[in-house]
């Protein structure tokens, strides 16, 4: 369980890390190119591009490092906004039922009868790309699983006595929902967070392959697996480190997530330690 948090969390760290840091660590500007230098193979510690250039010249490391900053501010927005809708939608509908709870699940069956990613084109074929319009496509689906986690655990905190207590006080429901209830949504929706960071990763890496992501100026991931894909039996490096990243960055995040769970949930604690 610790070990899956450490590890999870070094690679959560080092991407924030990157990011953050990327004008600074950068050797050179994502975007300068250099014909002259196009599908330089990788020469390490023995020239000036460490893993190699693209087709037209590109320093690879300097797009790997500007695109997990792009990867960390899609994530992060995504999750942040995902989460606020969902459970914000959940806990209304799990506290006030009726009519309500029946309008909000019933949004929710619409839109999560649509596949994810075919969603987020059809959004993007219509409105174009941006970075802003990219995030509105990932989270147009992704607030789902927060709403509904939040709305059955609402579900059960409505009937609690501190509740009751809170309510026969004379409490508004604003009050209630506000210092009751999303207090107690809040570790679910970390764990849940965590596994959706790394879904808006590979959503993102998705569509930018296709096209359909950020603009070509702006260094992704997913455009880097794209601008390989021509070159893959000559110029194996194009596609082989931004994939690696991708790769890495889902697994470090899966594992924080899988750790987180075990720590926050209590019934997979006592199920561990053979508590019934």
């Known amino acids: 369980m610790k ?29 300068q190119q250099d014909l002259l230098a196009a599908l330089q193979a990788p020469d390490y510690f023995a ?15 300097s797009r790997i490092i500007y ?12 999750v942040l906004v995902s989460g606020i809708v969902g459970v914000g939608f959940g806990a209304i509908s799990g506290y006030f039922g009726g009519r309500t709870d029946f309008a909000i699940q019933k949004t929710v069956e619409v839109v999560w009868a649509f596949p994810p990613l075919l969603l987020a084109i059809a ?8 970075l802003g319009i990219l995030i509105i496509a990932l989270v147009a689906q992704r607030w789902i699983p927060y709403c ?16 009751t207590a809170a309510r026969s006080l004379g409490a508004s429901h604003g009050r209630i929902v506000g210092r009751h209830i999303l207090p107690n949504l809040l570790q679910a929706a970390i ?13 993102e890496a998705s569509l930018s392959f296709l096209g359909l992501g950020v603009p070509p100026e702006i260094p992704t991931w997913g455009s880097m697996l794209a601008d390989g894909r021509e070159h893959i039996s000559t ?11 991708i790769f890495m960055t889902v697994l470090g995040i899966n594992l924080l997530g899988d750790g987180l769970r075990d720590i926050l949930d209590p019934r997979l604690k006592r199920a561990s330690s053979g508590v019934t």
Do not use: E
Request: hydrophobic share 55%; net charge positive.
């Open 47 to 61: 020239g000036k591009f460490f893993l190699g250039t693209d087709h037209v010249g590109r320093d690879i490391l």
């Open 148 to 163: 509904r986690v939040a709305r059955g655990q609402t579900l059960s905190l409505r009937a609690r006595d501190f509740v």
């Open 191 to 203: 764990v849940i967070g965590t596994f959706a960071m790394a879904s808006a990763i590979i959503s």
């Open 123 to 130: 959004i993007l074929a219509f409105l174009g790309q941006g």
């Open 235 to 245: 110029s194996w490096w194009l596609a082989l480190f931004p994939g690696l990243c």
């Open 3 to 31: 070990v899956k948090v450490c590890l999870g969390g070094a690679v959560v760290a080092l991407l924030i890390s990157v990011g953050v840091l990327a004008p600074i660590i950068s050797p050179y500007d994502p975007n």
């Open 67 to 78: 695109g997990a900053r792009i990867s960390l501010i899609i994530a992060s927005t995504v």
